[in-house]
């Protein structure tokens, strides 16, 4: 029940500007953190932003702090990625992450399909 609709991906010459999007929707859901993630080729999967729905704390990846910025607005269950300045290093599939609970007793985190992000120098 819970989907992910990611958006705002695309191709930027370095210095540029990207703002990612997702949206998830579900029955009942209860959203406890959003966050991106990102993989480049031949690399892990690595943490870059999440947010705390409630209080909306952030973190960033060591990577990316003073140039992304993340985001939530509660009332449409979106969060945001703007992307500043970026460097060739930033390319990769950018994942979008919620943990949430459906109406039970757990907690699951849910994925989206990915956006890929190109930057060229």
């Known amino acids: 029940q819970v989907q992910q609709v990611e958006s705002g991906g695309g191709s930027v010459q370095a210095g540029g500007s990207l703002r990612l999007s997702c949206a998830t929707s579900g029955r009942t859901i209860r959203i406890y953190t959003m966050g991106w993630f990102r993989q480049a080729p031949g690399k892990e999967r690595e943490f870059v932003a999440g947010i705390s729905w409630s209080g909306g704390s952030t973190n960033y990846a060591d990577s990316v702090k003073g140039r992304f910025t993340i985001s939530r607005d509660n009332a449409k269950n979106t969060v945001y990625l703007q992307m500043n300045s970026l460097k060739p290093d930033d390319t990769a599939v950018y994942y979008c992450?919620?943990?949430?609970?459906?109406?039970?007793?757990?907690?699951?985190?849910?994925w989206g399909q990915g956006t890929q992000v190109t930057v060229s120098s």
């Open positions: 992450k919620v943990r949430a609970r459906t109406g039970g007793v757990y907690e699951y985190d849910y």
